[in-house]
């Protein structure tokens, strides 16, 4: 549970990390929506080449970043066997079929794409937490959101619920780490047997887990209570935020990004390099 990096804050200089934290979630919006436009492998490899140049410029360790994909481990491989299997493709296309199972070539590379599009998917959000304290994501989703205000949404109670979350994610994990291993200690065996075994032998990780996530969270209403914490009304900022060159910069590379997916799904102007890309 260590080893999962969704949600931890990686503290360290860097050009991504002073960026503002609306052109990130800007910026990750943008990656989002450009991922679901890739249908073919070079844009895949687009894609892929520019969140490498991202993670090498925020100086957070590739290893780091890439521990995220531990927590979806189970949906790759769910997803490459269940469409590889049990999806039929072209006729022409067939390798192997027995019963319920069919191995098409067609398949094998649409259950790669989709792989490398769900890796990519959790890859790009990962940074953003990385590279972002969760006070400052509670900042931008507030001002981002802050239009939504005008017709009555409680805009600033969601930004700290999204920060709270972002915050125990860690505690959560260290606090189940804990519960396994004092539960090892008891004898307990978390590896061996079918998945309805080892699903029942987490019980005794769970309810713990429940009862500590409850407790916190009633500790934690009660410090808001007596720091007479009453939303967002009258509160000032510690910082102001304020786009600068390299916001628009960045904002400016992502529209190049989809931009660029776009032509190459839909070639406008009939370009034949790109046919040939494609």
Not at 37 to 61: C, Y
Not at 75 to 91: C, P, S, W, Y
Not at 133 to 150: H, I, N, Q, R, Y
């Amino acid at each position: 549970m260590r080893d999962v990096s969704f949600g931890q804050y990686y503290p360290v200089s860097s050009p991504i990390h002073r960026l503002d934290p609306r052109a990130k979630l800007l910026s990750v919006i943008f990656y989002i929506v450009t991922l679901f436009f890739i249908d073919t492998f070079t844009g895949f490899g687009i894609a892929a080449l520019f969140l490498l140049i991202i993670v090498l410029i925020s100086k957070v360790p590739l290893g780091k970043v890439l521990k995220s994909v531990k927590a979806v481990l189970f949906l790759l491989i769910f997803t490459f066997l269940f469409t590889f299997l049990f999806v039929k493709g072209e006729a022409d296309k067939l390798i192997w079929e027995w019963g319920i199972f069919h191995l098409y070539w067609d398949r094998l590379f649409v259950s790669v794409k989709l792989c490398i599009r769900l890796l990519l998917l959790v890859l790009g959000p990962a940074l953003l937490t990385l590279t972002t304290t969760p006070m400052e994501l509670t900042d931008g989703v507030e001002s981002l959101l802050k239009p939504l205000a005008l017709i009555k949404v409680p805009v600033h109670a969601l930004a700290i619920v999204m920060s709270i979350a972002l915050r125990l994610i860690p505690t959560l994990m260290e606090e189940t780490d804990k519960i396994i291993n004092a539960q090892k200690a008891r004898c307990a065996d978390f590896d061996s047997g079918n998945i309805f075994k080892r699903a029942k032998a987490m019980l005794p990780v769970l309810i713990p887990l429940f009862v500590s996530s409850f407790r916190r969270a009633d500790d934690l209403a009660d410090a808001m209570d007596s720091r007479c914490y009453r939303g967002a009304k009258g509160r000032t900022r510690m910082r102001v935020l304020k786009f600068r060159f390299t916001d628009f910069l960045m904002l400016f590379f992502m529209a190049v990004l989809l931009t660029a997916m776009l032509f190459l799904k839909f070639n406008w102007f009939g370009w034949t390099f790109i046919a040939v890309l494609v």
